[in-house]
DNA sequence: AATCATATGTTGTATATGCAACATTTATTT
DNA sequence: AAATAAATGTTGCATATACAACATATGATT
């Protein structure tokens, strides 16, 4: 046999992807949002007011997957979208006074992740985006 | 700031866990099972007949979940468990041959990472599993 | 301008996933 | 042995995700 089955490169990012989501969680448990909710809130405070469709081509998400995300996170009020047939979105208030307040408490998890990940750092991971796309 | 927001490591690799399944799926589609049901099936193809939690504990994968995925297995008559409170879970001749007919389309798909992983080859993601656990 | 093609948003459907609550079984303690 | 604790399986609930089908809007062709 040409590889091991466990070797599988998708399980297994499949696998880290909820190893990290779990730490992640744990964090925003307190906020009141998701992982994923986090994910676009961020992007949205670093791209500003954007058509939707954009958000999914940062952020590899299907159209759908993004119009029901959004539509979450609007009716928490932390975003708001236009009425048009290609709404823009863009952070509430709400949502920027959240994303601040997270910041100091996610890159707490960061920190820890970048203390396990030692004298590694991200490089294996830009690595992988690099080439995984 | 001490992090770019857009460097959250979760995110990251849950995009990447995305990104990589994608290229799976399409490999999987005409097999009619999805990327973890191939996932647990590769694992009981390892592991032989195990208790089910086993299952979980070698996947990270939380009990409920585990309980869900073999149902689905099960009724696709891939997979058999006994009727025992903690079941032991095993292939079916029919899971079996499944996996054998898989393995070399899957092989493929596997060429086709490893193609794109170019000179790193999996060691990037091998030190992302040492640490991050 | 009217028509056709393309792009984008939404909804239905199915699986994936975790957590909490509950049920049951096994292990431990007294 | 009885009672308690710990482990494990299942179900209800919510979100995550993709795909297909549909709706609508935008762009291109004629």
Redesign the pocket.
């Known amino acids: 046999m040409k590889y091991e089955l466990h070797h599988c490169i998708s399980s297994r990012l ?1 696998k880290l992807a ?1 190893i990290a ?2 730490h992640m ?2 964090c925003l448990k307190e906020f009141g ?5 986090m ?1 676009i809130l961020f992007a949205l405070s670093k791209l500003g007011k954007v ?3 954009k958000i ?1 081509e940062a952020l ?13 996170l609007e ?1 928490q009020k932390l975003v708001r ?1 236009t009425t ?4 823009e979105i863009e952070l509430t208030n709400k949502g920027i006074a959240l994303v601040n307040e997270l910041i100091p408490h996610w890159e707490k998890v960061m920190d820890s992740y970048i203390d396990l990940l030692g004298d590694y750092g991200t490089a294996p991971l830009e690595k992988l985006e690099q080439r995984l796309k």
């Open positions: 499949r909820r989501d779990g969680r744990n949002i998701t992982e994923n909710q994910t058509e939707q469709g999914g590899v998400l299907e159209r759908s997957t993004v119009s029901r995300n959004v539509k979450l009716k979208k048009a047939y290609r709404p």
